[in-house]
């Protein structure tokens, strides 16, 4: 119960899905935890789950000025913390032909420019010896239809946790990234609100996974733990957690 009991955490995303699914076991093994959302309902349900072990803030991950607000938000909650799990993150699902100047602009905003920015301003409340784990996704290291400008930022992602993992090794803090497969979370949902395609999805996806399923967001939350707490002789790596999508 008490497994990360004196531990402060912030997960940018962190009010549904995977993110929630890992303040939830930090909550549950003693931790302190703040998490961000934009949604109010979001935020509320979040708030009632994880009790008084935890904080939902409201924070948009693609606005620099959410961002310097929840750096002080933070500062003021927990003065330094330990981890910070880099989660936000837009789904972008769309053909060439159909994917616009503004779908492009927000895809990189949410996937690249936030956690830029939240890095530049959080890291330095991090105690030595703390951890960063960003999530990427297959479709960095795998050419995917429909998912080209997705796929794009998740490379650019992974490539910012290396370069973020040599650059803060003077302050023993390590950077490493978690890389789903498909998952059964609410956003898969929102990604595709038609159920009949919705399931015809699954099934395919399923079916094309060596481990003929979906993982969970549990599944994806033990390995962001891992990395952020137990995988001390890590950093600048990334771990798929996919079903052996990507390695078999």
Sequence with gaps: MDRYSGKNVVVIGGTSGIGLATAKMLVDG???VLVTGRSQAGLESAQKELGKGG????????????IDALASRVKAEFDTFDLLFVNAGFGLFAPIESTTEAMYDEVFAVNVKGPFFAMKKLAPLMNQGGAV??????????????LAAAGATKAALRSLARGFAAELLPRGIRVNAVSPGPTDTPSWGKAF???????????????ANPMKRLGTSEEVAKAVLFLGFDATFTTGAELPV????TQL
């Design 30 to 32: 003693g931790a302190h």
């Design 55 to 66: 904080v939902a803030v409201s924070s948009d991950a693609r606005s620099l000025t959410d």
């Design 133 to 146: 784990v960003f999530t990427t996704a297959v479709s960095n290291v795998k050419g995917m239809p429909m």
């Design 193 to 207: 609100p038609d159920k009949g395609m919705a399931a015809q999805l699954t099934g395919q996806m399923s079916e």
């Design 242 to 245: 996919d079903g052996g999508l």
